[in-house]
């Protein structure tokens, strides 16, 4: 019997085994790298919260007649009632107002407290009450009393409008008929 040597040079050997290790240690354990993407996590808790129950009682019971709006308001600017609409209000009174007294009952909505201080999108906390009682508070009295169904006596309510309709039908149908 013949027996067959094969021939392997170290240098194939020593790349072979070196690459065989590096496998072995990434496979093994792989890398995690949140050195490159630390992310932070930070935990929150409710300051306040009004419910959409809370915002609606507030808003059909409120009278936008008596708000008073302060000496020196100018007329507001379109920017100005954008913000009002916004999200940013709600932001910017969850940053400014906290749980001292709620200058926005009649808007469901929960306010976070955290670790970090927060910032207003609005310039400041004065810039931020000067639109609110200036702009907003009216605003959005009259638009939150609307959206909940305030109807003020001006509109007719579904079931009269119903009833006229068919009064109608039946007086058409009545000289068609005769």
């Given at each position: 019997?013949?027996?067959?040597?094969?021939?392997?040079?170290?240098?194939?050997?020593?790349?072979?085994?070196?690459?065989?290790?590096?496998?072995?240690?990434?496979?093994?354990?792989?890398?995690?790298?949140?050195?490159?993407?630390?992310?932070?996590?930070?935990?929150?808790?409710?300051?306040?919260?009004?419910?959409?129950?809370?915002?609606?009682?507030?808003?059909?019971?409120?009278?936008?007649?008596?708000?008073?709006?302060?000496?020196?308001?100018?007329?507001?600017?379109?920017?100005?009632?954008?913000?009002?609409?916004?999200?940013?209000?709600?932001?910017?009174?969850?940053?400014?107002?906290?749980?001292?007294?709620?200058?926005?009952?009649?808007?469901?909505?929960t306010c976070?407290?955290?670790?970090?201080?927060?910032?207003?999108?609005?310039?400041?906390?004065?810039?931020?009450?000067?639109?609110?009682t200036c702009?907003?508070?009216?605003?959005?009295?009259?638009?939150?009393?609307?959206?909940?169904?305030?109807?003020?006596?001006?509109?007719?309510?579904?079931?009269?409008?119903?009833?006229?309709?068919?009064?109608?039908?039946?007086?058409?149908?009545?000289?068609?008929?005769?």
């Amino acid at each position: 019997m013949q027996s067959i040597s094969v021939r392997i040079t170290l240098p194939y050997v020593t790349v072979f085994v070196l690459s065989w290790t590096i496998f072995r240690t990434i496979m093994g354990n792989p890398l995690v790298r949140d050195d490159v993407k630390r992310v932070k996590y930070e935990e929150y808790i409710i300051e306040h919260e009004i419910s959409a129950t809370q915002a609606r009682n507030s808003a059909l019971s409120a009278n936008v007649n008596n708000l008073n709006v302060p000496a020196g308001c100018q007329e507001c600017t379109k920017e100005e009632r954008h913000y009002c609409t916004s999200a940013d209000l709600i932001s910017d009174h969850c940053c400014c107002d906290k749980k001292y007294h709620e200058y926005l009952p009649y808007i469901p909505h929960t306010c976070y407290f955290g670790t970090q201080l927060c910032t207003t999108i609005a310039q400041d906390c004065n810039r931020y009450t000067r639109l609110r009682t200036c702009c907003c508070d009216k605003l959005l009295i009259q638009k939150y009393k609307n959206k909940y169904g305030f109807n003020n006596g001006r509109s007719i309510k579904p079931t009269r409008s119903i009833l006229i309709v068919l009064m109608l039908f039946y007086k058409i149908l009545h000289r068609f008929l005769s």
